[in-house]
């Protein structure tokens, strides 16, 4: 099931580390702390975590696939928090929301998950210019 | 909880960096001015309460992975944008 990042032009999954640990746990979830990443052909481009420790699972994308101009700026506290000093050190990804059907589908631009490549240090941020962005954005647009 | 009196004009300290003061108060609406250091993010509870909603119902249970092939799919045959 968890397959290789694939190296074809066509699919070209973000960098991530295998694991990524979260030291405050995602904001409902304090105890979900741990999560391994699966990368599986057939979801691309979405990717899931699922939580070492509990049995809690999300899919997750980048901001590249969304219908939407996203520049979060985050606070140098976050930063800092992740042992981050330069944009190349991380990587954002988007949780996507399937629960009110297809169609529906969302991603939160307001608590994105911002990763740290070389440790795996994550964290739920929200950016400081949240006020841009919806935490329901839609990922396809109406037919 | 510590709870504080203050009247319009006057405000209270947080620590070495961070000033709330009362601007002005309108009926049960009290309009606060914050100074805070850039490395502070300041949010309404609200928008914290509503970024953990979304994320509780975004967790995903294995029989929903259908759909997330399915969405899959419908991304693909979008093109990405530049990153």
């Known amino acids: 099931m968890n397959a290789d990042p694939l190296t074809t032009p066509e699919i070209a999954w973000p960098k991530v580390p295998p694991k990524i640990f979260v030291t405050e746990g995602l904001l409902p979830f304090a105890n979900a702390k741990e999560f391994v990443f699966f990368r599986d052909k057939k979801y691309f481009p979405l990717l899931r975590i699922e939580c070492a420790t509990v049995n809690l699972s999300f899919v997750l994308t980048e901001p590249k696939w969304v219908p939407v101009e996203y520049q979060p700026v985050f606070s140098t506290a976050d930063l800092t928090e992740l042992g981050l000093r330069q944009e190349d050190e991380y990587v954002v990804l988007l949780i996507v929301n399937l629960n009110r059907g297809l169609e529906e589908a969302t991603v939160n631009l307001t608590g994105p998950l911002l990763i740290n490549l070389k440790t795996g240090a994550a964290k739920q941020v929200v950016p400081l210019n949240y006020a841009n962005y919806s935490c329901r954005h839609k990922l396809l647009k109406e037919k | ?83």
């Not at chain 2, 620590?15 to 309404?44: K, S, Y």
């Open chain 2, 1 to 83: 909880m510590l709870v504080l009196k203050r009247k319009a004009g006057e405000a209270i300290i947080i620590g070495d960096n961070i000033e709330v003061r009362v601007l002005r108060l309108d009926g049960d609406h009290v309009r606060l001015g914050i100074i805070a250091p850039q490395m502070v993010t300041v949010l309404r509870s609200e928008l914290l309460e509503e970024v953990r909603n979304e994320t509780q119902a975004s967790a995903v249970m294995p029989a929903e992975l259908s759909q997330v092939q399915l969405l899959s799919q419908r991304l693909k045959g979008l093109t990405a944008k530049k990153k």
